[in-house]
Each structure stands twice: as C-alpha cells, then as structure tokens.
C-alpha cells in the first residue's frame, strides 16, 4: 500500500512497490495528462512535480513517493487556465501537443514563487524536455509571458524578462 498526495488529495494506492508512478497515475486515478514518450526518462512526456520539483513519472517508482506531493497537469489550477496555460494558447505553442504536459510541469516548476526566468534560465530547465515538432522559440516565448501574466496577477514582478529578444 503506498501513501501519497496527488493534486492535493490524499491517496491510498495498493499496487507493488516498484511500480512506475506513471501507470498509477494514468491507470490507477485515471490521470490521463500525464504522457508515456519514451519510457526511460529521457524525452520529459511524463513529467509531473514531485514536492515542487519536475520528475520524470516513468521511471519513478511508488514507493519511492510514499508521503510525497505529487502535482500533476491537472492539478496546476481548480478553475481556469494555469497562466502557463494561457500563455501556451496565446503563443501558439502546441503542434502535434503530445510533450506538452510534461513541457508545461517541467516549466510550472521554473516560475514557482513569482520567478521571472532568463532565456538561460529556462533553457537551462526545459533541457530535459523533448519537443517532436521544434517549438523550442515558442516554448521560451510563453514561459517568458506566463511569468508576465503571473506578477500581473500578483502584482509583482522580479528577475529579468528577456535575454533573446525572441518576441
């Protein structure tokens, strides 16, 4: 029996230890943002947060998130769009789409807290996420303004907005 938190709701998941957190999510809650890419934590598909951290679902086992929180794409928001979300649409962001929750998860993770990240900055944390389709420009262009968005909605802003000049 393993013990969790999944976007923010206690859970009791009888399955076998090693048992990869990925197919508890999508089989087991029936959690189905979360992606199978490439099955050994390379492409980023199936990332989800992790106590605040991006994780790589597919190779992480059960019992290694015992007591943990887990926040996965459907929990970014209870009402509305997650403004990474809003910024995904406005950006044009998704092609085939398919990497996009995990792309989403590992960024969610980068603006935490009111961060306003560099192009370094997020190039640096979206390293490990795949895109098929290259749309690498745009991904760094809705980071860029989902971060904007969140200090409007905050009103707060701290850190630097661009480095690129890719607007």
Not at 17 to 24: K, R, S, T
Not at 60 to 76: F, N, R
Request: hydrophobic share 35%; net charge negative; charged share 20%.
């Amino acid at each position: 029996m393993a013990t969790f938190s999944v976007n923010g709701e206690a859970r009791q998941i009888d399955v076998r230890g090693d048992h990869p957190l990925l197919w508890v999510l999508r089989e087991s809650l029936g959690l189905h943002g979360t992606k199978f890419g490439c099955g050994i934590g390379q492409c980023g598909a199936c990332t989800v947060l992790v106590n605040g951290r991006p994780t790589r679902s597919c190779q992480l086992t059960v019992e290694a998130v015992e007591g943990a929180e887990i926040m996965t794409i459907e929990g970014l928001t209870a009402d509305g769009l997650h403004p990474l979300q809003e910024a995904w649409i406005e950006e044009q962001v998704p092609q085939c789409g398919y990497c996009q929750s995990g792309q989403i998860m590992s960024a969610t993770a980068l603006i935490l807290g009111g961060n306003v990240p560099s192009d370094s900055e997020i190039d640096a944390a979206m390293s490990g996420n795949i895109c098929r389709c290259g749309a690498y420009s745009a991904i760094r262009r809705a980071i860029h303004r989902a971060a904007e968005i969140q200090a409007e909605r905050t009103g707060t802003r701290s850190g630097p907005a661009s480095e690129g000049g890719d607007r």
